[in-house]
């Protein structure tokens, strides 16, 4: 149905979830964050990042991560600008050896895979691919020295386990979408790393990446073969971030959004608690598109279903483009499905900072409006 023929309807307001933003990122930045910003903002914009308030903040984002993940005492914390798509092209540089194996499952594993094909001084990487809705297992391989693997596929809305293979070689986990709201166990990663938009409930800006040993000193050995340029410097990253500080001036307003998130996560009993939340809300979902004529999961398979981004296939008769554009008009935003999937489907970021209550309210009105469209 073109755009301008899309049916009035309008929600009852009793239906309404709590609040209407369900992007999968940049995600529902909580009130109360926001709040807290506004009123505290002259400590930190517009100050120097070379100085203590702001490198308290970077200091206490830390410090929440070791914390949130139960980090080892000699595991770091990097950090630095431009998100978890630069951070593929600085373990392009400063990360990965030679070659690289990657699991390949949608839009964002496989462009990781597409960075380090393109670039001239690595091996082409080695890919493994499965059905878009699943997702495949990494397998040992003696040429290999880093394997690639995503915890949550943020276009498709597939979880995957993070195993180690048994052989040597780095680990390095995209948690872009999972981080904070997915357990994880760090004897089966080398690099943990996010952004701070999704699962933090923060704005975009920076990458963050939880560091083993292992991958410090695989930064560093590389750095001294490699050129890289000081952006993509994974070991000049460790430098600054040990002090508190990045490269260059980072996202202020960023920093302390996430800052928010870790401690709310923390004063409530920790990444379980976080995980058990959201997890709570995406089960809703499903269980009602399972129960639903006309809805049913994406992912076929239970236990791969992502416990924080929940992709529904709605029924050919009902177009999901319609159902965005009218949820638009009544303030239920951003359940688009990843554009290139091409199929009649809709995607809800379902974070631990969304109220669980919010997964009924939702379900109630995606039936009124397919009932009443
Ligand atoms: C969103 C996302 C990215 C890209 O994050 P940016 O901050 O936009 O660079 C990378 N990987 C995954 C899994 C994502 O969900």
Redesign the pocket.
Known sequence: MPENQTPELEIPANLLPSDGRFG??PSMVPHISMQNLANEAEKYMGNSHRKDSVRGLVGNLQEGCRNLFNLPADWEVLLGN???????DALSFTGIKKQSQHLCF????S??ANVVENTPHLNNPERITSDMGTHPEPTANPEVDFYAL??????TGVAAPLIRPATDGLVGV?????AGGMLWDTTQADIYF?????GFASD????LACCSPAALERFEEVRKGRWSPDTLDLHLAHRNSIKQQTLNTPAIATLYLAVQYSNWVLDNGGLEWAANRSKTTTDYVYDWAEKYELANPFVSIPSERSPVIATISIDESIASATICRIFRKNNILDVDPYRKLNQNLLRFGLFPARDPKDAKALCECLEFVIENI
């Open positions: 999968s990122g431009g998100g978890a798509t630069l951070f593929w949608g839009e964002f594993s462009r990781f995503t915890q949550n596929e943020t276009s995209d948690a872009t979408s999972a996010f952004s701070l938009q999704k975009g800006g920076i990458w």
